[in-house]
């Protein structure tokens, strides 16, 4: 009976199959209520979207990107440890809102498991909320703590992967990007990175080997060092792009398959 009902919950609803079977009222209206339940919770992941601090434009037009209403954010960390004073940061975002992030996980834990367990549900919010907030860096600086509390590190994003600038001069060794470097971080090309790119892809931490194991078929290189490719900055991008007209986001549904 409880297989039945989350093969109804996911037919009727979560894969938005207008076409699904007939309901009785009142179970059309838990399944109604449960969709809003998530999308309170995404509401809470996109809460740690701590990037979301003075919005300064909003534009379709930012190459690689058009027609996707891409947001130019402005956001200060808290005292850095090492400057003495928080550190300014710009990125190009383009987040979910609650109820597509609501979708692309239920999708996602279905796909992955092929049932709807509110463990698993949880865990891939939770995940999603630690990890990333639900941000996608489109391109910009990225500040984080986590090896030095308070030390905020930056990191350079591009189609949701961090990248490595190749000129070093718009590298510092404290750590203290300059307005200069920021604006310049805002309109990297591939041409002017490292070729090796970052492990993990924006927003659930997707690795190229859980891209490989849930069907991914472009060759985007591997996680070791000196075998990340840059052509995974395109498939994710390409991905990406494609889950934000959809209610699936394969990223999200490939770490899914791998950690569930």
């Not at 609501?102 to 796909?111: E, L």
């Amino acid at each position: 009976m409880k297989r039945l009902f989350v093969l109804l919950m996911a037919a009727a609803l979560l894969a938005g199959c207008a076409k699904g079977p007939k309901l009785d009222p009142v179970v059309a209206a838990y399944y109604r209520d449960s969709l809003a339940s998530l999308t309170a919770r995404c509401e809470k992941v996109l809460a740690a979207a701590y990037m979301a601090e003075n919005l300064l434009e909003e534009r379709t037009d930012l190459p690689g990107w058009e027609g996707f209403p891409v947001q130019l954010w402005e956001y200060h960390t808290g005292k850095d440890i090492y400057l003495g004073e928080p550190k300014r940061g710009l990125v190009y975002m383009l987040n979910p809102s609650p109820e597509k992030l609501a979708k692309w996980v239920v999708n996602a834990v279905f796909d992955a498991t092929g049932a709807l367990d509110p463990g698993d549900i949880e865990e891939l919010c939770s995940f999603i909320q630690w990890q990333s907030g639900a941000q996608f860096p489109v391109s910009g600086v990225v500040y984080e703590d986590m090896y030095t509390e308070g030390f905020y590190e930056p990191y350079v994003f591009k189609d949701g992967v961090t990248v490595y600038v190749a000129d070093s001069t718009y590298l510092t060794r404290e750590k203290h990007p300059t307005d200069e470097m920021l604006q310049y971080y805002l309109t990297l090309t591939n041409d002017q990175l490292r070729p090796n790119t970052g492990r993990f892809a924006r927003i659930s931490s997707t690795t190229r080997e859980m891209y490989y194991a849930a069907g991914g078929t472009a060759e985007v290189g591997r996680s070791d060092d000196g075998e990340r490719s840059q052509a995974w900055l395109g498939e994710v991008g390409r991905l990406y792009r494609e889950a934000w007209n959809s209610d699936r986001n394969f990223l999200i549904y490939a770490w899914a398959k791998a950690n569930l």
